[in-house]
């Protein structure tokens, strides 16, 4: 399975889900933890090592300009530069084949015949939450 980018990841919850992210984003804070909000935050974790990858790749480029010169200092910039690069290189392709395989495990059910789909459809992994039991008889 490929590694995914988040803007990947962000279209297939929108197709999931039948709403733009940004949406689902607003829908999911009113909502009690499930399925969505985990999915967003993955999506969230899986961009955000996307960014540090494109910030330390960058630093670690202008540290290492050959129009640079390295000593000592610069060395352990470069090396701490490198770490966390990796480092976030490892959470990417973590977040990616994490996010990959949940999306890959849920679909969206077709409406009903004769019936127009619901505002937010809701994958078949993901059931309501069922109703608190209440007791049939008092408690002692």
Request: glycine residues 4%; negative net charge.
């Amino acid at each position: 399975m490929p590694d995914l980018t988040s803007t990947e990841i962000a279209g297939r919850i929108e197709d999931l889900y039948g709403a733009p992210l940004t949406d689902l984003e607003a829908h999911a804070q009113d909502r009690p933890p499930g399925m969505l909000a985990a999915l967003l935050g993955m999506h969230h974790e899986l961009a955000l090592a996307e960014r540090t990858i494109t910030f330390h790749r960058d630093r670690l480029r202008r540290l290492v300009h050959p129009d640079r010169q390295l000593g000592g200092h610069e060395v352990s910039h470069v090396l701490d530069c490198a770490r966390r690069l990796t480092e976030a290189v490892a959470v990417h392709d973590v977040q990616a084949r994490t996010v990959a395989a949940v999306l890959q495990s849920l679909h969206r059910e077709p409406a009903p015949q004769g019936q127009a789909p619901a505002h937010t459809p809701v994958p078949a992994a993901s059931p309501a939450v069922p109703a608190p039991a209440t007791p049939s008889a008092p408690s002692r």
